[in-house]
Structure formats: structure tokens, C-alpha cells
């Protein structure tokens, strides 16, 4: 019997490159991953950035671990010295995929207690010995999809995933408008809520293996040098991108209020990193500060100069000085 059948109605037509994490474990979302980590170390109690998105609390709430936030500095870095007991892990976010040398120092410091959030930080390469994780979507036109790094594997045969259902916003998109399919994409981002640990799917897998890996890093690169170069100067924050990272976006942070809005109002669409940080921190704060005033700028490999001098211009000497 054939493994695929010969024949038939066309599939999408996508080309075919070497996945970049091709050696990881692959499941289906980035929180999974997590719990993976979770249940296979078996941690009593792991440190938290208070500067994190709100789901990253999914796994622990499922397992009843307990878990302490602490605050970063401006430099997206510890503000706090945190001595680890046995048993215990820290948890640390590569922010915007900028801080992987930090990474580094402190895989030194905390060997394998340490757990490294790479969802920001896809090109970033695992260190030997340190739970590491990804997730696609944050990079890539995918459904869902995470990469896990262990070398504490969980025997157990996990269930594969399926996507098709979860595809709507991305071919809205292309045949509508960002705007049709927004809907759709806030919907298929709360379906992963609560979603058991399942492989990834084959779709997933195979939108994967289409990416021009090499492409995408240097357009990434070459846009947010060029903002760069452009608002450096008026950008409240100093971020710094060493020589083999791959940034997210490009991290601004105006000297007035209203930028965010008056982006999005000319369909410059900025995300918000995270609104519930506001619920926990004091408004004196790094972290109340980064979550409300920074302003995530789109850098990826959809975009050219051309677009970057549009954000540039729509930034403008009003919100520069």
C-alpha cells in the first residue's frame, strides 16, 4: 500500500525547504511545550516574568504548580538577584529575539533550571542542556505550531494535531483584508486555550518546510536596522541587535502618548505586549511602563524599505521629539 496516494485534485502548491528546528520535538502550541517541560522535570515552584503574556499561566494552573513573578529592568533583563532551591526552575523570556546573549549568561548561572521562552525568538539556537522552546505563529503564516528543546523526553505517544479548521484568518487575508479576518484570528487564538498536548499537525509541518528561513532573517534584519537608523534617536528605549539575531519586531517607545493609536488608525497594525501585566505590576514600574508604552513595530518578511519609510513617516516629527 502507498503511503500517499498518486493522483487526484491538486493540494496547495508550496515549495519545499529544510525545517529550521527540524531536530526538535514538534507540537502544536508554545504553552504545550511548557507543560511538556513541566510535567517532565516534575518542578515544585518556577519564576516568572511579571512581563509576560497571561497564557503562559495555562500549564501551571493544569498542574497545580506554584509559580512566583519577578520584574525586569529597561534592559529586559533580572532586576532582582533569584536564587534557585532544588527543584526549582526560572523561566526567562528572549524578548523581541534581542537577548540570547543574556540567555547565555544565564544558562551559566542556572544550568538546566533554567527555561528558555524563545515564542519571541525563533532563529535564536537552544544551548545544550536548557529546556528551550518556540512557537511559529508569532513568525510565520501557521495555524499553530511549537518547537520544544529537552533532554528530558516524556514517554508518552501523543495524539497528532489537525489544522485545516484553524486556517480561515490567514486565507482571509490574502482574498479579503486584515480587517475580514481579525475576527477569525482572535477566534482560532482562543480555541488553543486548553488544548491537550498533541503533536504538531502535518499541515503545520508542511507550511513549515515551505519557509525561505535564510530569506526571512535577513529581510528581518535589514528592516529593523533601517528603522533603526531612522528612530534611534527619538526612541526612549536602546535596544541592540547583535550580529546573528533574528528580532521579532523592532521595540519603540515615543516621548508622547497616542502613538499606538495613531498607527493603527493608518493601518499600521501594532500588537499590545501584554494588557494584563497592567493587573498585576504598580504603574511605577519597568514592567507597567514596557506594556504600555512600547510600541512593537512590524518589521517581518512581508515588508520592504518602502514600508519602513511608511511607519517612519507615519511616526513623524510629532511623536519623534
Known amino acids: 500500500m502507498l503511503k500517499e496516494p498518486i493522483g487526484g485534485y491538486f493540494s496547495l502548491e508550496l515549495p519545499l525547504h529544510e525545517e529550521y528546528h527540524k531536530e526538535a520535538i514538534k507540537l502544536n502550541t508554545g504553552r504545550n511545550c511548557l507543560e511538556y517541560i513541566l510535567?517532565?522535570?516534575?518542578?515544585?515552584?518556577?519564576?516568572?516574568?511579571?512581563?509576560?503574556?497571561?497564557?503562559?499561566l495555562e500549564p501551571f494552573h493544569k498542574l497545580g504548580i506554584e509559580y512566583t513573578y519577578y520584574?525586569?529592568?529597561?534592559?529586559?533583563?533580572?532586576?532582582?538577584?533569584?536564587?534557585l532551591?532544588?527543584?526549582?526552575?526560572?523561566?526567562?523570556?528572549?524578548?523581541?529575539?534581542?537577548?540570547?546573549?543574556?540567555?547565555?549568561?544565564?544558562?551559566?548561572?542556572?544550568?538546566?533550571?533554567?527555561?528558555?521562552?524563545?515564542?519571541?525568538?525563533?532563529?535564536?539556537?537552544?544551548?545544550?542542556?536548557?529546556?528551550?522552546?518556540?512557537?511559529?505563529?508569532?513568525?510565520?503564516?501557521?495555524?499553530?505550531?511549537?518547537?520544544?528543546?529537552?533532554?528530558?523526553?516524556?514517554?508518552?505517544?501523543?495524539?497528532q494535531d489537525v489544522s485545516w479548521e484553524r486556517m480561515d484568518f490567514l486565507t482571509k487575508r490574502i482574498d479579503l483584508s486584515p480587517e475580514e479576518g481579525y475576527s477569525d484570528f482572535r477566534r482560532q487564538s482562543h480555541n488553543l486555550i486548553g488544548q491537550p498536548i498533541k503533536r504538531m499537525s502535518r499541515l503545520t509541518e508542511r507550511l513549515m518546510q515551505s519557509v525561505d528561513y535564510d530569506a526571512v532573517a535577513a529581510r528581518r534584519r535589514m528592516n529593523y536596522n533601517y528603522l533603526h537608523k531612522y528612530l534611534a534617536g527619538s526612541n526612549q528605549l536602546h535596544p541592540t541587535l547583535a550580529d546573528n539575531a533574528v528580532p521579532m519586531i523592532y521595540p519603540y517607545q515615543a516621548s508622547?502618548?497616542?502613538?499606538?493609536?495613531?498607527?493603527?488608525?493608518?493601518?499600521?497594525?501594532?500588537?499590545?505586549?501584554?494588557?494584563?501585566?497592567?493587573?498585576?505590576?504598580?504603574?511605577?514600574?519597568?514592567?507597567f511602563l514596557l506594556a504600555t508604552k512600547l510600541v512593537p513595530?512590524?518589521?517581518?518578511?512581508?515588508?520592504?524599505?518602502?514600508e519602513m519609510n511608511q511607519i517612519i513617516k507615519c511616526i513623524g516629527n510629532e511623536y519623534q521629539g
Open 39 to 56: 510535567r517532565s522535570r516534575k518542578y515544585s515552584k518556577v519564576y516568572i516574568p511579571y512581563y509576560s503574556c497571561d497564557v503562559i
Open 71 to 83: 520584574h525586569i529592568n529597561l534592559e529586559l533583563e533580572l532586576a532582582e538577584n533569584i536564587a
Open 85 to 159: 532551591k532544588k527543584g526549582e526552575a526560572l523561566l526567562y523570556i528572549n524578548y523581541y529575539g534581542l537577548k540570547q546573549e543574556y540567555v547565555t549568561i544565564l544558562a551559566e548561572k542556572y544550568g538546566s533550571q533554567l527555561v528558555v521562552d524563545n515564542t519571541q525568538a525563533f532563529y535564536a539556537k537552544p544551548i545544550e542542556g536548557i529546556d528551550t522552546f518556540y512557537t511559529c505563529r508569532k513568525f510565520f503564516g501557521v495555524p499553530d505550531g511549537a518547537y520544544l528543546y529537552t533532554d528530558h523526553p516524556l514517554n508518552e505517544d501523543f495524539e
Open 256 to 287: 508622547k502618548e497616542g502613538l499606538r493609536d495613531y498607527l493603527i488608525q493608518n493601518k499600521v497594525f501594532v500588537a499590545k505586549y501584554w494588557p494584563n501585566v497592567q493587573e498585576y505590576c504598580s504603574k511605577e514600574s519597568i514592567d
Open 297 to 306: 513595530l512590524p518589521i517581518d518578511q512581508r515588508y520592504q524599505i518602502e
